[in-house]
């Protein structure tokens, strides 16, 4: 063979060889591809199953969402009917209870514009309460326009029904009118219902076509309907409240007028009678003073020898003018301390004296009725404040009186003692005593007891009055505890020195 | 150093509200009579007309921005009603302008965004320029348009940042104040150069869900189909609701289930929430998406959300730590603007003020703090490939550090 044929056998051997090895690679190679087909199916499928899992996501994450805005929406709702209803509550003026609702808390509700009407029996068409996010003209336009549906309202009001925009039972000829009227695209409507007074439609409406109401803002605004009822029932009541109040005030003011009027008419005719006491004592005591000078000379004998029943007849005239004279200055008295033209000279005072000098003065008298005068005085007593001749008539009154009751064998005692008011005087007898219903009067001008033994005892009934009038005079109290047959204790405080 | 006071108040008389609000700021501050800037948030209960009134007679020749917004926020509290109140002053050396332009749709989104431009830039000559803070009433799919006329003039990466006061869908509320006067479908802007550093950081607290879509049919930010279906197919597979039920719940779907875009070198995805549902199934988004796009459907919790909170404040401490070398060898101050997307603060709930707490406790004691609830997010993309390029964002909360 020649080395032509040799390559040419080589060669075609080598073809046979590669021919062979391409044959395998290629077999290697489909099986790679499909290989790889395979793993780009099982991506693909994996991607759309990841797609599927995406679209699940997406719907279960719109269903949140819806969810979660409906709770965002619910939360905000409650929580802006409870500010509003607190704001309302807080509200006491019926005019101001529809003011509180305010547009943005219309938004927070969920709402754009509410409106609040009614009608009143005084007004000829219905009477616009509340208009909120509507202009004043927009407002003219509903206050005529509501007027065509009074029935439909009316018949809400009657059966206390609360409507939507997406309530089965609404009438949509109704509904269409209010969205037309009210130019909103949904709206509940609720009536007002105080007890008393005039009933109402509260509307709150949403422009905004995207709006979309339910169950739970029909439930909304009920309730915020039904709290303006409330507040309006309490407006009414603390109206009426306020007006009686003030009726009452006025009363009172009126009453007391007159009753200031009453009290300066008493003064005038009590200043009158001081007046005309004193007048009429002045006029008395001069002609006094002259008979009891004719009768004291004509019974000296210095006009000569005055026959004995004479005499005995000007006797009495002496005395009677004595006691006559008594009287008008003790009247006198009373009057000046009424009048307040007594001045009282007050100094510091040592009861003592003013006791002694007293039980002095009555000794004779005392032994005479075998009646026992004793004293009792604490040796460091505190000296009063007080005018001294004005309380020795005040001490000489009542031991008079004391000895006045006091039967023979009896006693009177004087006890001064520091009290927490200053110095109280008890001055007791074991005289008859007083019936108890006559204490309260027992110091009354002209005031007698009504018992046997005054009918002997002699008195003009001033005595005790003036005695009260000179101890109030110095700021203190006078008091009387008295049983019949027990004795007396008349009781009298002065202020103490300081 | 940057001289902060913030205040607040909740009184319902416009005036009472303003003199009480500024009185607190003042308190605050270091230097009361110097104020060079202040920013007014105000809840639509107080008229606009009374706020500017009360604000231009308390703080005559003061620069004001701001506007009437549906929350609102210091470092303090959270408010839902009233108004809050930061007066700046700025050191030595910082420099800004602040400009505005209204009737934007009018005039045309991008030659709106060009006349801001210039009237920002008219300010600045050979300073340094650093970034542009933008309040916007309401953004629509024209802000992107608007954002690249006024980086036309300000520069093709120059970082801007801002956000929208109002809901696009909601036409009652009266918008921006800029000075003494109210703006509607306008733009207030201050561009900072000079002296003054700033550090950024965006997040959203969302993440991807599911397997990835690609979007097969776009058209600016009409999504049409999705994996050669019609886009609602994504949702109506996931969520299992029918067409009818979607279009009715979209305004709460939209913002718990947005659909997000792998963007490569972010951290997170570009979120986008579905402003409309055409009848043929398309999704209308709150922004551009760019054709081809891989598509996931976005989920979160509270606690995703709390955590991008807290991420975003030191990616902000972070940038700005990069920045401040250059400047602030010693002493300085900072003051911190928060842009909080509404519906993310919403989907918070309570736990808004847990962010908020967060907030405040990431940052130095006394950083003066004012946020408010915004509707659409403006900010720049962090990654390089799109070389710092302004962005359409949902859902974010962009926290910007101000440090002088």
Known sequence: MSDIELLMNALGMLGIVCSIGLGIWIVFLLSDIKQLRLSVDNLKHTLDEMDEQAKLVVRTDIELNKAQEELDKKITGLYTLQTLSRQISATLDEAQIFSKIEPPLLADLGFEKAVAFGWDESHPGAVIRLSAGFSEAETAAISSLIDGEKTHFKRLISDERAVSSISPSIDQGFRNKVCTIFKVTAFVISPYLPKEGNKGIFLAGAENPDTVINEGDEELIKILANQIGQALDNARLFEKTWQAHQELESRVEQRTRELSQAFEEIKRVSQRKNDFVSNVSHELRTPLTSIKGYASILLSGKLGVIPEEAHKRLEKINKHSDELVQFVNELLDIARIESGRMTLKIAPVNLKNIVDEVGDMLTVQMKERQIA????????????????????????????????????????????????????????????????????????????????????????????????????????NIWVKSKVGAGSTFSFTLPQSV | MIDIGTGASIEKNDVAAVEEAIRHAKTKKVNKERIDLAFVFHSSDLPASGIIKNV?????????????????????????????????????????????????????????????????????????????????????????????????????????????????????????????????????????????????????????????????????????????????????????????????????????????????????????????????????????????????????????????????????????????????????????????????????????????????????????????????????????????????????????????
């Open chain 2, 56 to 404: 231009s007679a308390l703080l005559p020749n003061v620069p004001v921005l701001g506007g009437n917004a549906s929350g609102f926020f210091t470092h303090q509290s959270l408010y839902k009603r009233g108004i809050v109140v930061m007066l700046v002053t700025f050191p030595e050396g910082a420099l800004f302008t602040a400009g505005d332009i209204h009737n934007i749709s009018s005039a045309g989104a991008l030659a709106a965004g060009e006349q801001l431009g210039e009237k920002l830039l008219s300010g600045f000559k050979s300073v340094p320029r650093n970034l542009a803070l933008l309040f916007f009433d309401r953004l629509t799919q024209d802000n992107a348009e608007f954002i690249g006329g006024l980086q036309e003039r300000l520069g093709k990466s120059f970082p801007c940042v801002g956000a929208s006061l109002s809901s696009p869908d909601d036409s009652s509320r009266s918008g921006l104040i800029f000075n003494k006067t109210a703006l509607r479908d306008a733009c207030a802007g201050i561009l900072f150069g000079g002296k003054i550093s700033f550090g950024l950081g965006l997040r959203h607290g969302w993440k991807p869900l599911g397997k990835p879509h690609v979007i097969t049919a776009v058209s600016g930010n009409v999504v049409h189909k999705i994996d050669n279906e019609p886009a609602v197919r994504l949702y109506e597979e996931y969520l299992a609701y029918d067409f009818p039920r979607i279009r009715k719940e979209l305004k709460n779907l939209s913002v718990l289930y947005p659909i997000g875009i792998r963007i490569a070198g972010q951290d997170e995805y570009l979120l986008r929430s579905i402003q409309t549902i055409n009848s043929d199934g398309s999704l209308v988004c709150r922004g551009d998406i760019p054709a081809g796009s891989v598509t996931r459907l976005m989920i979160s919790t509270k606690e995703t959300c709390l955590e991008a909170t807290r991420a975003a404040v030191e990616e902000a401490k972070t940038n700005l730590a990069a920045h401040a070398l250059k400047f602030h060898k010693e002493k300085s101050s900072r003051l911190v603007i928060v842009f909080n997307s509404f519906p993310r603060a919403a989907a918070l709930g309570k736990d808004a003020r847990t962010e908020l707490k967060i907030i405040a406790e990431s940052l130095e004691p006394g950083t003066g703090i004012i946020g408010v609830n915004s509707f659409g997010e403006v900010a720049p993309l962090a990654t390089q490939s799109y070389h710092g390029q302004t962005y359409f964002q949902n859902q974010m909360i962009s926290v910007l550090i101000i440090e002088g």
């Open chain 1, 373 to 476: 005068f004793s004293s009792i005085l604490p040796d460091a007593i505190p000296e009063v404040m007080a005018d001294y001749s004005q309380i020795k008539r005040v001490f000489i009154n009542l031991v008079n009186n004391a000895f006045k009751y006091t039967q023979a064998g009896g006693r009177i005692t004087v006890r001064v003692q520091r009290v927490d008011t200053g110095i109280q005087v008890d001055i007791t007898d074991t005289g008859c005593g007083m019936p108890e219903d006559a204490l309260d009067k027992l110091f009354t001008e002209f005031y007698r007891v009504d018992t046997a033994i005054n009918q002997e005892v002699k008195g003009t009934g001033l005595g005790l009055a003036m005695v009260k009038h000179i101890v109030e005079a110095h700021k203190g």
